[in-house]
């Protein structure tokens, strides 16, 4: 797939997105990652942390629920399919806690009736893997952006 990445990938064109050094990262909206591949989370951690972003990754979503982060989250990324708790069932505990986070899920498991079930969630997008790191980066500066404004 042209413009996707896997965890080698993870240098962002300079001249495309904005570098910490022209935003202040500790007045930056936090962009939560939970996905339980490591390698995965991690690159998209890289990515992410070299534009004007603060990054938080974490491996699961018990990790994520126990988080001090879950009240100044803007956007997160989820992966669908993981040990333990599901991402559909992590943002079903988030709703429930009455946390409406804006929700992109990544991954490589979903036929049309899952991302329908996701939809209904309340996820935002649903991205396949490997992900096209241009149309992501679009994507979450476009949540940011409106969270800001709201």
């Known amino acids: 797939m042209s413009g996707g990445w896997q965890a ?5 064109r300079a001249d495309r997105i ?6 202040p990262v500790r007045d ?3 962009i939560a990652i939970v996905d339980d ?3 995965f989370r991690q690159a998209l951690e890289r990515f992410l942390g070299t534009v004007a972003f603060r ?3 974490f491996a699961s979503g018990e990790e994520f629920l126990q988080s001090s982060e ?15 708790m599901s991402g559909l069932e992590l943002k079903q ?5 009455g946390l409406q986070i804006p929700t992109v899920f990544v991954t490589a498991h979903a036929d049309d009736e899952v991302e329908q079930q996701l939809l209904a969630a309340g996820a935002i997008a649903i991205l396949p893997k490997p992900v096209d790191q241009q149309m992501l980066l679009r994507l ?3 949540i940011v952006g409106e969270e800001r404004h709201t």
């Open 18 to 23: 904005a570098t910490r050094e022209e935003a």
């Open 55 to 57: 990054v938080r990754a």
């Open 70 to 84: 879950l009240g100044r989250v803007a956007c997160l990324l989820l992966d669908l399919a993981m040990p333990g």
């Open 37 to 39: 591949d490591e390698s």
């Open 8 to 12: 080698q990938d993870v240098a962002p």
């Open 28 to 30: 930056a909206p936090v």
């Open 93 to 97: 505990q988030l709703r429930a806690r």
């Open 140 to 142: 979450v500066q476009r």
